[in-house]
């Protein structure tokens, strides 16, 4: 069975500074996907970024980029130039590219992030 | 991107009664439906995936006489929680894929309903 670890439960950082957070995640499938959601203190679910496991390009949003290393099961994310709006519980997300429809996320228990002013 | 919406965003029953919880995809035809579950300052625990027109899939140690799962229309997915405890007060979320998505891969998510039982 595919698990998503994140090791860290909290994080901080200064507003308008960088913060990686970690991700590391456990198949034994090549295809599949991984995301970062984040739930800010509404504890509405938005999709930060994704990454399709058959592309080596890391994929980016805006101030968002993953570093996607497929070999060490590993899928961080990077915020550059972090803003207050940016603090948030993020979780990351592993599913699979088999079975279809009713593929499920498999969640990390999470990362909270905190921005200093 | 595609929309999905909760009804009601909070509810308090009292113990031994029980409530439903809507889940619709506003501009979009959703045929797999998915519930979830989530304990303060915890992760989402996948309750059950909801078919149209079928019976729902519930994930292990998830009692579906308890968490009764209908998914009757294509926009629509209700979560009813029967006979209510109070240990049975968390925050519920429902996503929904979207099939228009050209990845097909993503799911949108509900806004919640946190649910107290009394």
């Known amino acids: 069975a595919q698990t998503v670890t994140q090791s860290q439960p909290e994080m901080s950082v200064q507003e308008a500074e960088t913060v990686t957070l970690s991700c590391t995640y456990d198949?034994?499938?090549?295809?599949?996907?991984l995301f970062w959601y984040k739930q800010p203190p509404s504890r509405q679910m938005i999709l930060v970024i994704r990454?399709?496991?058959?592309?080596?390009q890391n994929a980016t949003e805006n101030r968002f980029s993953v570093n996607f290393q497929k070999a060490a099961k590993s899928f961080s994310l990077k915020i550059s130039d972090s803003q207050l709006g940016d603090a948030a519980m993020y979780f990351c997300a592993y599913r699979t590219d088999y079975g279809g429809a009713t593929n499920k996320l498999i969640f990390g228990t999470g990362t909270l992030l905190a921005v200093q002013p | 991107g595609a929309v999905v919406s909760q009804h009601p965003s909070w509810v308090i029953c009292k113990s031994g009664t029980s409530v439903k919880i809507e889940c619709r995809s506003l501009d979009f035809q959703a045929t797999t439906m998915f519930w979830y579950r989530q304990f303060p300052k915890q992760s989402l625990m996948l309750m059950a995936t909801s078919n149209e027109g079928s019976k729902a899939t519930y994930e292990q140690g998830v009692e579906k006489d308890k968490f009764l799962i209908n998914h009757a229309s294509l926009t629509l997915s209700t979560l009813t929680v029967t006979s209510a405890h109070p240990e049975d007060s968390s925050f519920y979320i429902c996503?929904?894929?979207?099939?228009?998505?050209?990845?097909?891969?993503?799911?949108?998510f509900g806004p919640g309903t946190r649910l107290t039982v009394t």
């Open positions: 996503s929904a894929r979207d099939p228009r998505d050209p990845g097909g891969n993503e799911q949108y």
């Open positions: 198949t034994s499938e090549s295809d599949y996907y």
């Open positions: 990454q399709e496991a058959y592309k080596q």
